[in-house]
Each structure stands twice: as C-alpha cells, then as structure tokens.
C-alpha cells in the first residue's frame, strides 16, 4: 500500500457547514448530517457526565463506608486486644512479683530473673495501653472534643518527652458539639497530629480547634507544622490517612484544604455545624 496517499475520504464534513451551503432551499444534507452527528456528541458527552458523577459518588460513598468500617473495626480489635492480653499480662505480672517475693533468701538469682519479668510484662503493659488509645475513641460525651484533644496532646507529650514541642489551642464551645462531628474530628486530629510528626521533622506543631459562634455556625481544626513537608506532595502521595479525612469531612459537609506555611504543611478541616 502506498503509504503517501491521502486518506480516502469518507463523505464526512469536517466542519459544520463545509461544503453544504446551497443558497436558498434549506440547508443542504451535510449540514443536516452535521447537526445530526452534533446532537449524537451532545448526547453521548451528556451519558458520560452522568456516568462520571455517578462513579465519583459511589467513589466516595465506598471510602465513607471504608472509614466506617475501619472505626468498627477499630473498637472490635480493641475490645479484643484488651481482653486477650489485658487480664493475661495483669495476671502474669502478679505471678512474676509473687515469685520474686517468695524467692529464698539463698536464690537471689530466681528474685532477680522474676524481677526481670516483672519489668517486661510492665513494658508490654505500657505498650498494649498506648495502643488502645490510639484505638478507642476517648468518651466525648463525657469529656467533649475539648477534652479529648487535650488528652491526645498529653499522649503525644509523654511519647515525645524531648522531641518536637506541641502546642494547644481551643476556643469556643466544643462540648456540645453532635457526636458525630466531635468523633470524626477527633479521628482528624489523631491523623493530622500523626502526619506532622511522623512525616516531617518538626521543632514545633500547633494544634487550633475552634467553633465560631457567630454566623453560620463551624468547627475549624488546624494543624500546623514546621517539619519542611510540601502540600502538593501531601495532597499527591498515595496513603490513606488523608482520604480518610477527606470522607469524614465530607459526610459532615466540611472540607480539608491543606497549604504550605513556609516552613511546613498547614492542613485545615472545616465542618459546619447546624445552628
Ligand atoms: N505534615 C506532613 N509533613 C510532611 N509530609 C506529610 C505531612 N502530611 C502528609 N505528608 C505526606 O503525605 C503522605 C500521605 O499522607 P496520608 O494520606 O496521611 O498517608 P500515610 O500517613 O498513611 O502515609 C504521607 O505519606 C507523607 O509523605
Ligand atoms: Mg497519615
């Protein structure tokens, strides 16, 4: 085949009214084949749109019910994390201080091995404590959003001793708030919290919820760090931490717009709370 050929024409205008301008009497059949073929695009492009805002809502209707899911899960590993080791380490823990009390005064070596024990469970202890903290959601009808964050912060704090320093910032009535806004901006502010420690390295992060009064009435949670991260790269990075917060806010109405600071990543959830 002669590759140089032009291509064989198929009869199709390539423009509107190309070629079917007859004057007078109409308009001539390429201009009625163009609207026809016009009407088929508009049409087709119309079918798609739907398609296309249908995917994008069960896109978000599936990770809403993979943050759901995930929270069940969450308590459920919980509750089992505590009662499979919870009441075994307490008891081993006692067997251990039991052994070393009764240890004879000529085995010092057995008093010291039990000891040693002792201090392991203790360990284990510790860490299957910081874990269900990080599990459970704390009891915000008790203690409100306010009191929850506080005690996150205080976790953070004694995990950090010498590290980054956290800084805390509360305003406005935040014990009120519906249970499903303060359990998923907790939830927002454990990740955010997690993001600027663990993914950058910060000298200081700031921690601001406050619920505006006046106006239409919104919950506003930020988080700032100076760890040198990079909001695009953030928004880009393949992970599941800010998607999660992406479905909560958006079940709650709100939204997540994350920015650079000059010396780190600012990340700002919003939700609006019905007056
Ligand atoms: N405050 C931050 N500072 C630096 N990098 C960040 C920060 N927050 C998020 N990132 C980056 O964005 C990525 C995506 O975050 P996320 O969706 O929470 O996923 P994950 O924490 O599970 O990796 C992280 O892996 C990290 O590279
Ligand atoms: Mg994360």
New binding site residues.
């Given amino acids: 085949m002669d590759r140089r050929r032009p291509p064989r024409r198929t009869g199709r205008p390539h423009r509107a009214g190309v070629g079917g301008g007859r004057h007078g009497g109409g308009p001539g059949p390429a201009v009625r084949f163009a609207a026809r073929e016009f009407d088929r695009i508009a049409t087709a492009t119309t079918l798609l749109a739907g398609r296309l805002d249908r995917i994008e809502g069960e896109r978000a209707d599936l990770v809403l019910r993979l943050v759901q899911v995930q929270e069940a899960e969450r308590t459920a590993l919980a509750r089992d994390l505590h009662d499979a080791f919870g009441q075994s380490l307490a008891a081993a823990g006692a067997l251990a201080m039991a052994i070393a009390t009764a240890a004879p005064e000529d085995r010092p070596d057995l008093r010291a091995d039990a000891e040693g024990i002792e201090a392991v469970i203790a360990a284990m202890r510790g860490n299957l404590r910081g874990a269900l903290t990080q599990l459970e959601l704390p009891d915000l009808a008790g203690i409100g959003l306010g009191g929850a964050v506080r005690g996150l912060v205080a976790d953070w704090r004694a995990r950090l001793r010498t590290g980054p320093a956290l800084h805390l910032d509360l305003g406005g009535d935040l014990g009120t708030l519906p249970t499903e806004t303060a359990a998923g901006l907790y939830r927002i502010a454990q ?1 955010l919290l ?3 420690l ?3 390295q910060p000298r200081h992060v700031f921690l601001r919820v406050r619920r505006s009064e006046t106006g239409p009435g919104s919950v506003t949670l930020i988080v700032d ?1 100076d ?3 990079e909001a695009a ?2 928004a880009d ?7 999660g917060i992406r479905a909560r806010l958006a079940s709650l109405g709100g939204g997540l717009s994350l920015t650079d600071n000059g010396n ?2 600012r ?1 700002c959830a919003t939700v609006p709370i019905p007056g």
């Fill in positions: 990740e997690t993001n600027a663990r993914h950058g760090d760890g040198g991260g790269r953030a990075a393949p992970g599941r931490g800010l998607p780190g990543i990340a």
